[in-house]
């Protein structure tokens, strides 16, 4: 009950800037303390990123409300997304597209992750350990593409694996801070929108960061 009020309250809170009804419902729905240490729970249902482990962090609210609103999703989608971290942002996709591929790098998160979707019923959930390839090539192509860890420049194995009219969010830039990137890749090429200034840990492997910072 305490954790549905302080839930009601963040998506109020995120209703000034996120206008998509479907994005707000799926926030409603998902008990985010599932996604976070037991020791952190308490802190839920702030707006701010927690860490989960492995130097890893679940994103802020409002940061995982934003990329999912600008992933246009209406309910047919594959999608795709890189980083499952706590599998709290992989929860809100499956609540909004038919189908969700998503990778991680760090077996312990992943092992978490999948047994936590899998406890709460999601059956359009793959949790995938990641390949030396980035990515998940043997469901491609996708509508869309999200990656939850920041790339030094659009990697472009992620633009292969995106269909015509999909598009990808993507943090882009430097160590510790980026730019939110929206693209959308058309028969003409591929369009780029500037979503903001943004902080997300760094995506590792062939054609990201080699290491960690
Ligand atoms: N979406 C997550 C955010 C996790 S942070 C959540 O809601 O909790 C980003 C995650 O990306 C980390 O868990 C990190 O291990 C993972 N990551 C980094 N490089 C990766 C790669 N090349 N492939 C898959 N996952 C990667």
Redesign the pocket.
């Known amino acids: 009950m305490e954790y549905e009020i302080a839930r009601h309250r963040l998506v109020n809170l995120l209703s000034r800037d996120i206008h998509d009804p479907k994005t707000l419902a799926a926030i409603s729905k998902i008990s985010r303390e599932l996604?976070v240490p037991p020791e952190l729970r308490h802190l839920a249902y702030k707006d701010e990123p927690l860490p989960?482990g492995?130097n890893?962090?679940?994103?802020q609210p409002y940061i995982?409300a934003l990329m999912t609103e600008k992933l246009s999703l209406t309910g047919t989608e594959k999608v795709l997304?890189?980083?499952?971290?706590?599998?709290?942002?992989?929860a809100i996709l499956a609540e909004l597209a038919r189908e969700v591929h998503s990778?991680?790098?760090?077996p312990d998160?992943t092992e978490k992750a999948a047994k936590l979707l899998h406890t709460l019923g999601y059956k359009n959930v793959f949790i995938h350990a990641?390949q030396e390839d980035?990515g998940w090539q043997p469901a491609a192509p996708y509508e869309a593409i999200i990656t939850?860890?920041a790339a030094p420049d659009v990697p472009p194995i992620l633009l292969e694996q995106l269909a015509i009219g999909g598009r990808m969010i993507i943090p882009v830039g430097g160590r510790w801070e980026q730019q939110l990137l929206k693209i959308t890749k058309t028969v003409n090429g591929i369009h780029t929108e500037n979503l903001g200034g943004c902080r997300?840990?760094?995506?590792?492997?062939k054609g990201?960061w080699e290491t960690q910072p």
């Open positions: 996604f989960i492995q890893q962090t679940i994103s995982v997304e890189i980083g499952t971290g706590s599998g709290y942002q992989t990778t991680e790098r760090i998160l990641a980035l939850t860890a997300f840990v760094s995506l590792i492997g990201a």
